[in-house]
């Protein structure tokens, strides 16, 4: 890994920011809004026709037996089953302490104002199919939407010609998955937002895919309500002289593995420690198998800041705004108020990130791409909606009557105005 | 207004939604993309440019002086003053109920899990110039970004040759609003989202504008966060026959003098009040001094459905998810669970929809054309982000590790299963 040192932080934070842009290939635009269009006009019939065109799959229905579920999940071997289930149980009651809840405010005379929280009615997860498809993503998507109390939990996945990956299948389950439609890419999208004969509308559409799966949510957001599209894998390492060189090297390969454009990025203040980091990042990627992954992340976008303090250390970082930071530094804990910007903080020696991509209960779906300056992870606030409430007495409307109308008046909006005074409070 | 009976609840449903599809003009999308671009390219001086050839205003400096603001704070009529500063505190206090808690959970052994909730760090919103100069709006952006925390909230509006609309720049002054520049549009939109010499780059932009903010919002989208994009102003009404029909027909003119796109829906299962309302509302529409825009609203987007029983209008006003939605009928309060969606709810005779737009306390942006489906008011969450964390010490991980490390195995994802055995779990 490249080290680098006596960079300005204004020049670091360029170099930060562009690597971050996304950009929209318009080919990808083009296309998917022909999907769209079809799955709107022929609902079914066009789920059948990309199936067999896309997926080089012939189905006559999308709906997945239960029995075919079931058998998935009792087949699975019986230690990753536990394993899913003890991750679910994490997951859930982490995700219960987000809860937002309704309020009642009867402070002012005459006046009672509320907020009722209610969660969305019926939501899509995309789960992607063949060897991207991770069940952990199933569960991270899913148990927050039954949290808030989604009434109807539906997933869409690709039709595989050898059937459906069976940890997936079986994390469905776990998770309370009501329904698992194998459709998939744009038209999936579509047939989630727009409704088919087969499959319903829905209120919002979460979960990861490939381009065309980017480009249709973004294509079809306003119409339902959509998570964050997702960019690469990122991990920020904050560590100092005290810290496992081969641990931090592990750490860091374990998100480069992930995509080509994942980004690595360890910041000390030590350079014997990014020596031995550099070095055994190189050490470890040779017996790695996903190295060809992991490899050219690490050559593009894995870089090793040498800066002199832990100020200038943190206050880097926080420009990152990274998915995931590791704070591998004494008394790991008393930095996290220093911290502005990042999806998922793991505090000290023995929180390795991967703790949290499967296991802990904190969300694995979170902001990328410098995001984290003002988007959250996934969350129960991704599933509930707030309605306001009002009601006025008429010795409350009496009161205030004036400043209404006076702030009606002031904006031109007469019809405003009327509409207080039909009520009497002027001419009474 | 068209009374319609005996129409299926499909066929209102299909011709809501297609009436509140909304369209992108991509003669728009394109100007708008240049301007942002030439924003990137040339900061301050393609803002003056634009000023110069968009606005025909001539500016040196952008930033509004304290002493105009002052001044147009002093020599506000003292009863608009008054009624800015009540409906403040109302905002306030209402808004202080929405903040999100930091949570932390201690009951796994050897983990800590938790979420930080902090403010955003930096906003930018949006006020149109001229007759659409809202004070009110600039109450409802900025006062919940304020009671989030938000250290600097930033205002822009376009220049006007005469001089800012003093209402508004007294409401920026009440809401603690920190900064003012004159400049507007696209071009308003990219400074913030990019940053130039003058204009900081914000983490969100909010706040309602024509077509071109509209699209420079969306293009910015990822960059920055943005609030949803608004569309025409609506209001629904759930009323019986002993509702007054002076009144209903005033509250829906006062939501249709708003645009001429507005929508203003009457549900009711009584013939004579549907009847009484279509025709207060001709008589009232006479000496309206805004009938005009009012008179389009209704001639294309004012119905009243007649239908039989009260559960029948609940359902059909939950499909049409309205942005204000008043609730007439007696005791209102107990048809509130049943509402699922809609922006904010107004109960009872007299809780005219004014009371929200001005001065109540609940926010007066709102989710509009279907998406109260899935989407809030702003709120103090729109200016709230979640940071999670995560600590775990040696004895938990070795009791989790199988756990993580079989997942990780199904996933195919060595490189996550290396990085646990790092912390020497499996060899110790």
Not at 170 to 181: L, N, S, T
Not at 231 to 246: M, N, R
Not at 295 to 317: S, W
Request: with cysteine.
């Amino acid at each position: 890994m490249q080290i680098i040192q006596n960079e300005s932080l204004s020049a670091i934070k360029n170099k930060i920011r562009q690597a971050t842009e996304q950009t929209v290939d318009s080919v990808v635009v083009e296309r998917v809004d022909q999907i769209i269009a079809k799955v709107r006009e022929n609902g079914d019939q066009a789920l059948k026709d990309y199936s067999q065109s896309l997926d080089g799959v012939s189905l006559d229905d999308f709906l997945v037996d239960q029995a075919i579920i079931d058998q998935a999940y009792n087949q699975l071997d019986v230690g990753v089953r536990q394993a899913l289930q003890a991750a679910a149980e994490n997951i859930k009651s982490f995700h219960q302490r987000e809860r937002a809840e309704s309020f009642e405010d009867r402070t002012v005379a005459g006046v009672v104002r509320g907020t009722k929280v209610t969660p969305l009615a019926r939501v899509g997860i995309y789960v992607p199919g063949g060897t991207a498809a991770y069940p952990s993503s199933v569960l991270m998507n899913a148990i927050p939407a039954k949290v808030a109390g989604v009434q109807e939990v539906i997933m869409v996945t690709p039709p595989q010609a050898d059937g459906l990956n069976p940890a997936v299948l079986a994390a469905a389950k776990i998770a309370g998955i009501d329904r698992i439609y194998q459709i998939g890419g744009a038209q999936a999208v579509a047939a989630l937002a727009y409704g088919t004969e087969t499959v319903p509308q829905v209120d919002k559409i979460t979960g990861p895919g490939n381009a065309y799966v980017a480009a249709a949510k973004r294509a079809v957001y306003g119409q339902v309500d959509i998570d964050m599209i997702a960019g690469p894998s990122e991990i920020g390492i904050l560590a100092d002289e005290d810290a496992d060189p081969q641990a931090l090297a592990a750490d860091l390969l374990s998100q480069a593995e992930h995509d080509v454009n994942a980004r690595a990025i360890l910041i000390t203040n030590s350079l014997s420690l990014a020596q031995e980091v550099s070095e055994a990042v190189e050490c470890q990627l040779l017996t790695l198998p996903r190295q060809k992954i992991a490899r050219q992340a690490i050559d593009h976008n894995g870089f090793i800041y040498l800066v002199e303090t832990i100020d200038e250390m943190i206050a880097l970082m926080n420009e990152v705004a990274p998915e995931h930071l590791e704070i591998q530094l004494k008394n790991p804990d008393s930095y996290l108020d220093r911290i502005e910007n990042a999806g998922s903080v793991f505090l000290g020696k023995y929180t390795s990130e991967p703790l949290g991509d499967y296991f802990a209960g904190p969300n694995h779906i979170l902001p990328t791409g410098g995001t984290a300056r003002f988007s959250s992870p996934l969350g129960v606030w991704d599933f509930q909606k707030h309605i306001q409430y009002l009601s006025y007495d008429q010795m409350a409307l009496q009161r205030d009557a004036d400043a209404v109308i006076a702030l009606a008046n002031v904006e031109g909006l007469e019809g405003h105005a009327r509409a207080i005074e039909s009520r009497g409070t002027v001419n009474d």
